[in-house]
């Protein structure tokens, strides 16, 4: 996606000229974004045009790169000094008298962590998102450390770093940076992107890539080795700063952040599960956490966010901005689970067959730390009814990173006293609402090509008998091997699959169970007396629904919740005899 209906406009400074594009009214909050090597601007057209709708948007090409002139000569025309005074110029020019908030990719991230941490732009920086590119400065303290109190650990973590910037070597060689760029590698670039990153091959990179990626070799050789030899002894933030890391970053360590917290007290610090050029794979996302930082920090009164809830769910910083769907989301499990991932800010999709508990079920998400939920009608046995909502929802919100398939129905009774109407009704809610919802949106996550995670809501009697549940339980012991077979075939992926098992969870399943071979007022009573039952046993959802945010950070794959859920499955594993024993008692009716 190219930038589309964008305002350019030329800005003089030290002798070039850079092209700046604009988005967005220009009333709103001012978004700045600056890219890194060797891209230009344009590696920020899916997320500007995501963030266009809510704010003012500039981007504009580093000098030598894109539409933006180069310097003569090149060398010593890339200073981190020089780049601060096209920065200051350019925001003089798009938001005068006003704070702008900026956002970093690579050498656009290194670059501006000096933006942040200068006195001269003091007061004119709201807010910093900072993305693959650390600051020189802080960069240089990290080894210097290292060095000078070595340990196995610190030695490990200088050795993998050095490892990692095998690039920046290369770029430090005369004349055979360019003669590739504009040779060979220049050409291959794209394709290169597309193999190893999954960077979808849609126009970019720009044209000018190799004039951009030789001339952009001077950042490297203008600022690397002199900075990290003399890092500033203050080069402590002066804006809020928020952190995201990619985890499959091929070129920085994590570690390369691990005394962030000296440069910048409150930092706030999330995770990607993705590789380096996330502008181009994760748009969605990071235009969900760029929005939600610039505004949570538009307003701010003695350092407090004025502007709604601000996540502070414990896994926020893995879950925050993601996209995560959950079917049944109205009501017990589903809606715990939906509120649990809201609390972690990421951003719900609430699915439910009933259009007023998915709605409520939203509107509180949004409430509790969601940076936006929505509402949606599908029932998960309707095959052509879960197309439909898969294309909807990659179509309205993007891809899905965590699917949640929750939607179930309750039935007792013995095998004999079970007719074909009911194992059909029960099959297709627990088992094939299940496969639809792995199908449409494990096919999507697998597509783009950047990992997900899938998880679904078993049983502990998938793998606990019962004579009493043998519809209910084939369903759920059918969940749980889809979900083991899946999670074999989509490893290769990078996408998780977790099967969760409770097992007595007080939620309203129970009074809306069916019990087979009685009449309705049986079939009433027994209705109570469950919900009675579950009711004193007080295990709560939202238990669950801790355990299934906490299996998928860990991407693990059979998760019993309950004591009696673990229980049943050591038996199972252990003594199978006794859980046979176990399931010819006759139940509490």
Not at 89 to 118: K, M, N, R, Y
Not at 206 to 231: K, M
Not at 289 to 314: L, M, Q, Y
Not at 394 to 412: P, R
Request: charged share 25%; with cysteine.
């Amino acid at each position: 996606m190219s930038l589309v209906g964008a305002r350019e406009r030329r800005v003089r400074t030290g002798g070039i000229e850079l092209c700046v594009a604009e988005l967005g009214d220009e009333r709103q909050p001012t978004v700045v974004l600056v890219h890194g090597y060797p891209d230009s601007k344009e590696v920020w057209s899916e997320v500007a045009v995501r963030l266009a709708d809510r704010f003012h948007v500039v981007l504009y090409d580093v000098r030598g790169h894109g539409r933006s002139t180069a310097p003569r000569p090149l060398r010593g025309g890339f200073t981190l000094e020089k780049l601060t005074d096209d920065f200051l110029a350019v925001i003089d020019a798009v938001s005068p008298g006003e704070p702008v908030h900026l956002v970093g990719h690579d050498w656009g991230s290194v670059q501006s962590w000096e933006f942040a941490t200068v006195a001269r732009t003091e007061g004119r920086i709201a807010s910093f998102t900072s993305m693959s590119g650390p600051s020189l400065d802080h960069f240089g303290h990290w080894i210097k450390t290292r060095v000078r109190r070595p340990t196995p650990r610190r030695i490990g973590q200088l050795l993998g770093q050095g490892a990692k910037s095998w690039y920046v070597y290369m770029l430090h060689t005369p004349v055979l940076p360019e003669l590739a760029w504009r040779g060979p590698l220049g050409k291959r670039w794209p394709g290169i992107l597309q193999r190893l990153e999954k960077v979808p091959a849609d126009g970019y990179p720009t044209a000018s890539l190799p004039s951009d990626a030789a001339h952009g070799a001077w950042l490297y050789r203008d600022n690397v080795r002199s900075r990290l030899g003399r890092p500033r002894e203050d080069a402590y933030a002066h804006a809020p700063v928020q952190l995201i890391t990619p985890l499959g970053d091929a070129f920085l360590s994590e570690r390369l952040y691990d005394e962030l917290e000296k440069w910048a007290p409150n930092a706030v610090r999330r995770t990607l599960p993705a590789k380096h050029w996330i502008p181009r794979t994760r748009p969605d996302q990071l235009a969900a956490w760029i929005a939600e930082f610039v505004t949570a920090n538009e307003g701010r009164e003695n350092g407090v966010p004025a502007n709604g809830p601000v996540a502070t769910g414990r896994y926020a910083e893995r879950f925050g901005g993601q996209l995560v769907l959950v079917t049944g989301a109205g009501s017990g499990i589903g809606r715990a689970t939906a509120f649990a991932f809201a609390e972690a800010g990421a951003r719900v999709v609430a699915v439910d067959r009933d259009a007023e508990a998915a709605a409520r079920t939203a509107e509180m998400s949004r409430l509790i730390g969601a940076p936006d939920a929505w509402a949606e009608t599908a029932d998960v046995s309707d095959e052509q009814a879960m197309e439909k909502l898969a294309g909807r929802v990659a179509a309205e919100y993007g891809v899905v990173d965590v699917l949640v398939n929750n939607a179930g129905i309750g039935l007792s009774g013995s095998f004999l006293d079970t007719t074909a109407e009911d194992w059909r009704k029960v099959l297709d809610v627990n088992l094939w609402g299940v496969i639809h919802g792995c199908r449409l949106f494990g096919k999507q996550m697998a597509e783009r090509g950047q990992g997900g995670h899938i998880v679904n809501i078993a049983s502990a009697a998938a793998y606990m008998p019962s004579k009493a549940l043998p519809a209910y339980s084939t369903s759920k012991a059918a969940v749980l091997m889809l979900s083991e077979c899946l999670r074999a075939e989509l490893a290769g992926r990078d996408i998780g699959v977790s099967a969760i098992c409770p097992g007595i969870v007080n939620t309203n399943i129970t009074s809306t169970a069916r019990f087979a071979g009685v009449d309705a007022a049986e079939e009433q009573r027994r209705q109570k007396r469950s919900a009675r039952l579950y009711g004193l046993r007080n295990y709560p959802p939202e238990k669950v629904a801790e355990a299934i945010l906490r299996a998928v950070v860990r991407d693990e794959a059979v998760v019993p919740v309950t004591p009696e859920a673990r229980g049943a499955r050591l038996l199972h594993r252990f003594a199978p005899g006794a859980l046979r024993a176990i399931a010819r008692a006759e139940p509490p009716l």
